[in-house]
């Protein structure tokens, strides 16, 4: 279209800052339910195909208005992302890897056909806005403000109006057992996610449809659901999800389903390879032997292979990861109305899946410097 | 829970009517675009899990406010649903088989975990409001008023608090060519629906990720979009698809696919299996000889079938259907890089579509009485 050049992008140098009149208070940090407390402000711009971005804001959290007619209700037309602001020993808040989650949030809102973003500007933006809740963001290990970047479309379905905010809420440890091991039901009858579909987006269709599968797993007395295509392990509740094999050579393979578009690309995923990939030829994770070789590779796993492992005795560990949990052990896991209970471990996590949460929350405290991926918010 | 019984259902006894002080002008039919001239009021409720839901209103249509947390956005926890008010000869605005949609209605509720409610009540509402907005409804073959019931979780994802309503809007043919043949784009790698997906149920998760295919099917010059699962036919766009047969006792095969859980089981399509079923023998098809036995059935049909069906010279008719179009033949298959043509006829449909389009528009308008499927609004 000839208007085209003409939109305005997302900039991060026409921001508007209105800050609140009144603060809220903080809650105390055990009182954290995940993702409940908003904090004081939120980052906001919104788009139409005559003019572009508006401005962004920063502005008061509060609700706004939209007409029925919407097509987000209608289509379900929204991309979102998870990612966490932490703040380490010298009390400056940090982001984790934000780029990834920026150019994964960039191509999930392209698949839903909503307007493309500037992915630096919007990281700028992002930054900015932690800086102004750096108050809310909780300290100690397991806690983090969680950052939900959000794009909507509004207006009918052809209109390609938007609006685009990241809204905040500070977080303590996902799960309240903590560490516990999960127990797992394996879903045979619900299908996350399917070759051609839109598992690999974070886009809102995958997680309705996961609503009332995860109730009836709760409701068997488990904990989160094990998504199966087929016989294939593909993720568990929104987690992807790793198994830990002793090789005949002594050395460890890490293993988790490859990103063939049904598997969400996490960014916990990917730093969980390249932290093993690292060891120990280039740094050694805590409480692992250096001559303990790891093996990262992604390839797919099937139910009938991890009970093949299980009974040779090879299977070590299993784990999900992901930006709410980073680490979470699994325990056990319902199949075909029977458990198959996986090695467990005093206090949660095995060696492999504890010495690979030990560095990543090092790193995301900004208490180990890795390869830049710690991100400080103010300059 | 304890508190379940005492919630409030959704009770067309406790409706409340404010209607708007300045009612809008009604556009002419020609200028009518799908889905875009909203009319003068709303049918709203709201549901808590406290209180259940509260008094339905008609009132003026226009915005509301929401949470930016709110869980529709974040995991597209909706459903709606697509029918249409008709005025016939005697001037009486009527509904097409509305408890076929309003059950659907309440099944894809369920699926996304969102609140039940009584499909008799909503029904009485429905038809309240369509008696309130009968001047919008436009007369004329083709011309109906277009129903938007829709139920939207709001708040946080456990919440289980919800907005329900429904919005109308005049609506004219629902392609601009009318009744021409559609030439569709076969899709392969873009799957709408998996086994063990929501492909059965009408949620908002199963049409913000065809937006983006369709619009590559409208780039290179194809209508809408052919969805296919590997080698199986399932839907074209938003519509179910027949194809006709002959067969070789000299009768005609109707066959449609299955509902195996990745269609939706159309009103539309279930009324041409149940008209075609019909004749003759309890009642004649318009422009169909009684001699002409026809032989309605749901079962796969996939790409390789249609292709040896045309080269045999057996494939008389393909057409899909739905609330919007109706009936509206498919002409070509844009399908691995060349085109497949099928039948077409002068004015568009062929003799079975067109019967059958005929028989249930008649029945639709009020003009031909069916098994009660013609609903007034008024008694």
Redesign the interface.
Same mark, same amino acid.
């Not at 987000?72 to 929204?78: K, M, P």
């Not at 045979?188 to 299908?191: A, G, H, I, K, M």
């Not at 399917?194 to 839109?198: D, E, R």
């Given at each position: 279209m000839s208007t085209q050049p003409e939109r305005a992008g997302l900039e991060a140098s026409r921001l508007i800052t209105v800050l609140a009149n009144e603060l809220k208070p903080v809650p105390p940090p055990q009182e954290l339910r995940f &993702? /409940?407390s +908003?904090t004081d402000h939120?980052l906001f711009a919104s788009y139409d195909p005559v003019n572009g971005w508006s401005a962004p804001e920063i502005k008061p @959290?509060?609700?706004?208005?939209?007409?029925?007619?919407s097509s987000? =209700? /209608? @289509?379900?037309?929204?991309a =979102?992302e998870g990612m966490k602001a932490y703040v380490g020993p010298d009390g400056e808040p940090r982001l984790f890897r934000p780029e990834m989650n920026i150019a994964r949030f960039a191509r999930s809102a392209a *698949?839903?056909?909503l307007p493309p973003f500037n992915p630096d500007e919007l990281l700028k933006l992002i930054k900015a806005l932690v800086a102004v809740e750096k108050r809310w963001i909780p300290a100690g290990k397991g806690y983090s403000l969680y950052i *939900?970047p +959000?794009i $909507?479309a509004i207006g009918?379905?052809t209109s390609n109006t938007a609006l685009l905010?990241v +809204?905040c809420?500070p977080t303590g440890p996902y799960l309240k057992g903590g560490s516990q091991a999960l127990s797992l039901l394996a879903m *045979?009858?619900? $299908?996350r996610a399917?070759? &051609?579909?839109?598992g690999e987006y974070k $886009?809102?269709?995958? @997680? &309705?449809?996961t609503?009332?599968p995860v109730?009836a797993a709760l409701d068997k007395g488990y904990d989160q659901t094990l998504w199966l295509l087929g016989d294939k392990i593909t993720e568990a509740g929104v987690m992807n999800v790793f198994i830990v094999l002793k090789r005949d050579d002594g050395g460890i393979d890490l293993i988790t389903p490859p990103l063939d578009g049904t598997i969400l690309p996490g960014v916990t995923r990917d730093s969980i390879l390249a932290l093993a990939a690292a060891h120990p030829a280039r740094m050694t994770l805590p409480g692992l032997a250096p001559t303990t070789l790891l093996h990262p590779s992604e390839r797919t796993m099937t139910m009938t292979e991890l009970q093949a492992w299980l009974a040779e005795g090879r299977l070590l560990e299993m784990f999900s990861v992901g930006t709410a949990v980073v680490v979470q052990p699994i325990g056990n896991i319902g199949y075909d109305g029977k458990d198959i209970a996986l090695p467990t471990f005093e206090g949660g996590r095995g060696p492999v899946g504890q010495a690979l949460y030990e560095r990543l929350t090092d790193i995301q405290d900004g208490r180990f410097e890795w390869e830049g991926w710690s991100v400080r918010c103010e300059d």
């Open positions: &993702g /409940q +908003m939120m @959290y509060g609700p706004f208005t939209l007409e029925p007619n987000c =209700f /209608q @289509y379900g037309t929204s =979102f *698949r839903m056909s *939900r +959000m $909507v009918l379905l905010w +809204m809420a *045979r009858d619900t $299908v399917w070759p &051609g579909g839109t $886009v809102a269709c995958n @997680y &309705g449809p609503i009332n109730q």
